[in-house]
């Protein structure tokens, strides 16, 4: 049966920011650092070259347990035998990709607000993104940040798992977990860190505080 990791960080790809690494480096030390969940999200590149990184990357989270979660794209994830998708309100409905992906894989839906989060819960998702907490430049098509009010109704309100995402830094991510985060995550942060390991320490200690 398909379950949501128990993950305090959710990291994703995004090789533009990764200081000339590829993306399989990066999940390799985000590995290495003891990180449980990882998205593929790759854009802008073509859809042979996010097979065979998927591949690569779907080795390595094999071989160490890992999460590995592809972002949109169904064909991707199934090809890849990935753990599961994460699509967003404007891609196919939930019910349709499950219906594609059958009953192990996991789906992921990034929701704006209370109506969406209920809306997920109610016809079945896995686990739901909360944002963005904070302005982002990482997605070309976000929304307006949604701030404090509708993580903490969230936290208060919704009983499937939920990944704070957008802007979260390590500047900012007591304020996060403060408010009852407790999977939080983060893009630039992290990739684009010359010391990832060191980074996702540094944040770590941020959190338990």
């Known amino acids: 049966m398909r379950n949501f990791p128990n993950a305090d960080l959710y990291c994703l790809t995004a090789e533009s920011y990764s200081l000339g690494r590829t993306n399989a ?38 071989a ?17 035998g990935a753990d599961g998708i994460h699509v967003g309100q404007d891609d ?8 594609l992906v059958g009953e192990k894989m996991i789906i992921g839906l990034s929701t704006h607000s209370p109506e969406q989060a209920r809306e997920a819960e109610r016809i079945g998702v896995d686990y739901i993104g909360v944002g963005p ?11 307006d940040p949604v701030g404090f009010q509708y993580l903490e109704y969230v936290v208060e309100n919704i009983k499937i798992p939920f990944v704070a995402i957008g802007g979260i830094k390590e500047s900012n991510v007591r ?3 403060g408010r009852g985060a407790k999977c939080i995550a983060m893009v630039t942060e ?6 990832i ?13």
């Open 197 to 209: 390991k060191q980074k996702i320490a540094n944040i770590r200690s941020r959190i338990r505080k």
């Open 64 to 80: 160490a347990g890992v999460t590995f979660i592809v972002n949109d794209d169904v064909d991707l994830a199934m090809m890849t």
């Open 92 to 99: 196919l409905p939930v019910p349709d990709i499950r219906r």
């Open 175 to 177: 304020e996060i977990s």
């Open 190 to 195: 992290i990739v684009g860190a010359e010391d």
């Open 25 to 62: 480096e990066v999940v390799a030390e985000m590995i290495a650092s003891g990180i449980q969940v990882i998205q593929y999200r790759e854009k802008d590149k073509s859809m042979r070259e996010k097979f065979q990184e998927c591949q690569k990357i779907r080795q390595t989270t094999t």
């Open 133 to 143: 907490i904070f302005r982002t430049t990482t997605k070309k098509d976000v929304c």
